[in-house]
C-alpha cells in the first residue's frame, strides 16, 4: 500500500460498548503509533509499538485502552466500556526504524462518536 | 514537562499575502521540530523538519521554518499564500534519544480569503 490506511473510517458506538479500531501501517516500517485528537486537547500520544520490543503504553489514559500489532505489522487499538469523552479521532503512525529521525506518516484516522 | 505552544488558534489571510504561523516550544534539551498539515477529512503531512545545522529550514508546497534557540520559537513562512493552504497546521517536538513520541501543539487553523 502506498500509504497507512484506518479503518473503519468513522464509528458510532453506544456508551459501554467496546470497539476495535484498525491500522495497517506503510509495508515494511518496524515503529507504530497512535495518537488520539479531540477538542480540546488537541493531538496526545497513546502507544508506541517498536519491532518485537515491549510496547510503550505511557499515553493510554485508561486501563479500558489497550493495542496489540500482530505480526509486526497490522495493530488494534480497543476501547473497552466507551464512554463519552472517548469521542475523538484516532489516528495512526508508522515510521520505518522508530529513530528520532524518522519521518512518522499519519493515516486519514477514525472518527469514534460514542453516544 | 515538555510542551508545544502555538498562540493563534485561527488565522485569516488573503490570498497572494505572507503566512507566519508562531510555535514556541519547552523542552529540557533542543528537541527536534516538526511542522505538519492537516486539511479537512486527511491524516497529517509533514511541511518540515529541524534537526541541526542550518537553522532555515525549507519544506514542502513552499513553506519554510526558522529554529531560533534564544526564543525557543519555530515559526513557519510563506511568502505567498495560495487557497489550497487553507488548513489545520501543527508544530512539534520530539526528543534527540530514545523513543519519544511527537508532542504536538493544538494547531492553528487558517483560513484563505479572496
Known amino acids: 500500500g502506498a500509504g497507512v490506511s484506518q479503518s473503519p473510517s468513522n464509528k458510532v458506538t453506544e456508551k459501554g460498548k467496546d470497539v476495535e479500531l484498525r491500522c495497517d501501517p506503510i509495508?515494511?516500517?518496524?515503529?507504530l503509533y497512535w495518537y488520539r485528537q479531540s477538542l480540546g486537547q488537541g493531538l496526545e500520544f497513546l502507544i508506541y509499538?517498536?519491532?518485537?520490543?515491549?510496547?510503550?503504553k505511557s499515553g493510554l489514559p485508561s486501563d479500558r485502552f489497550s493495542a496489540e500489532r500482530t505480526g509486526g505489522s497490522v495493530s488494534t487499538l480497543t476501547i473497552q466500556r466507551t464512554q463519552q469523552e472517548d469521542s475523538a479521532v484516532y489516528l495512526c503512525?508508522?515510521?520505518?526504524?522508530?529513530?528520532?529521525?524518522?519521518?512518522?506518516?499519519f493515516g486519514p484516522g477514525t472518527r469514534l462518536t460514542v453516544l | 514537562a515538555q510542551s508545544v505552544t502555538q498562540p493563534d488558534i485561527h488565522i485569516t489571510v488573503s490570498e497572494g499575502a505572507s503566512l507566519e504561523l508562531r510555535c514556541n516550544y519547552s523542552?529540557?534539551?533542543?528537541?527536534?521540530l516538526f511542522w505538519y498539515v492537516q486539511s479537512p477529512g486527511q491524516g497529517l503531512q509533514l511541511l518540515l523538519k529541524?534537526?541541526?545545522?542550518?537553522?532555515l529550514v525549507q519544506g514542502i508546497k513552499g513553506f519554510e521554518a526558522e529554529f531560533k534557540r534564544s526564543q525557543s520559537s519555530f515559526n513557519l513562512r510563506k511568502p505567498s499564500v495560495h487557497w489550497s493552504d487553507a488548513a489545520e497546521y501543527f508544530c512539534?517536538?520530539?526528543?534527540?534519544?530514545?523513543?519519544?513520541?511527537?508532542?504536538f501543539g493544538k494547531g492553528t487553523r487558517l483560513s484563505v480569503i479572496a
Open positions: 503512525a508508522s515510521s520505518s526504524l522508530g529513530r528520532p529521525t524518522d519521518t512518522q506518516y
Open positions: 509495508s515494511g516500517h518496524t515503529a
Open positions: 509499538f517498536q519491532g518485537n520490543s515491549a510496547p510503550d
Open positions: 523542552y529540557g534539551a533542543t528537541p527536534y
Open positions: 529541524y534537526f541541526s545545522g542550518d537553522t
Open positions: 512539534a517536538v520530539r526528543g534527540q534519544w530514545g523513543n519519544t513520541p511527537l508532542v
